[in-house]
């Protein structure tokens, strides 16, 4: 088999997986009809977010709003973005955004990356945050440990080399190499809520420590009634009815404790991070 064979072999056997793991993301990636036309007339919902803040969970979550109360599409555009390129998200998810965003009937949950849409207003958003220095130090131990490899060839290699990289530096380290990654997406997003009166706030931290009261505000935020059923129903979807697991660096979802980088950063690290990062502190109402 000759070369542009192979290529064509390739390309055709990674847009395969990619159209059998996401039948609808791909529909509209390629910009076909059957996608908008299942969709309901209810106004999209975009669920901005970040790496490291129970995006895993954030599945279960929509899943259960969906089927008890929304009857809407599911788009998982992040991870799709993820499977298609070798690119950064942001990128992938900008380039095609006027295809992957459509402004009725679609919950777009987790978006891990701003994504500048023109028609932003015609959308309910929600932002969904965590403190940015729990989120740089949780990103430590996935990258070295718990992370799934990724399946594309490029993007595999690139990811075993950072995590050959990072399982050779500490955790104060690894903050001072990756907070710019982080801070390019709370800045973007401070922006927003700043911009975006009709934005709904929801903070992992609340989500934790205060998980009734985040539930209803998550309910409300989607123009639905909360009552005991559906609180108790967001908290099981997010493993809120569970106690805190204790610590384990060998799991994915390590530690769930806000506050943690205080105990694993040193003080110059937390005095660096807090600089950097004051004005999205501030901003998001967190403590230094």
Do not use: C
């Not at 970040?50 to 009857?71: H, P």
């Not at 095609?96 to 009937?105: A, C, E």
């Not at 950097?276 to 502190?281: K, P, Q, Y």
Request: hydrophobic share 35%; proline share 4%; net charge positive.
């Amino acid at each position: 088999m000759d070369l542009k064979k192979i290529i064509y072999s390739n390309f055709i056997s990674k847009e395969f997986k990619l159209k059998r793991k996401y039948p609808l993301e791909h529909s509209l990636y390629s910009g076909h009809s059957d996608a908008v036309l299942k969709g309901s007339n209810q106004q999209s919902v975009l669920f901005f977010t970040t790496q490291k803040t129970a995006s895993s969970g954030v599945n279960k979550l929509f899943d259960f709003i969906n089927r008890e109360f929304l009857n809407m599409q599911i788009v998982d555009v992040s991870g799709f973005a993820y499977n298609l390129s070798s690119d950064e998200e942001s990128s992938t998810l900008f380039r095609y955004r006027q295809n992957l965003f459509r402004s009725k009937g679609f919950i777009y949950a987790p978006v891990r990356d701003y994504v500048p849409l023109g028609d932003l207003e015609l959308y309910r958003v929600l932002l969904f945050l965590r403190d940015p220095r729990d989120v740089l130090v949780s990103s430590y131990f996935s990258l070295k440990k718990s992370h799934v490899v990724p399946q594309n060839k490029e993007r595999r290699a690139h990811f075993l080399n950072l995590r050959n990289y990072i399982s050779g530096i500490s955790v104060d380290e690894h903050v001072r190499l990756m907070y710019p990654f982080f801070l390019s997406k709370y800045t973007h997003y401070l922006a927003l809520y700043r911009t975006n009166s009709s934005l709904s706030l929801l903070r992992y931290e609340d989500m934790i420590n205060k998980s009734d009261e985040w539930a209803d505000a998550l309910l409300k935020s989607l123009d639905l009634v909360p009552d005991v059923a559906s609180i108790e129903g967001v908290k099981q979807a997010m493993g809120l009815d569970q106690p805190l697991p204790s610590p384990n660096e060998a799991k994915h979802i390590r530690s769930k404790k806000p506050g943690d980088y205080r105990d694993k950063l040193s003080e110059d690290s937390i005095n660096f991070l807090n600089v950097v990062f004051g004005d999205v502190i501030r901003g998001f109402g967190y403590e230094f």
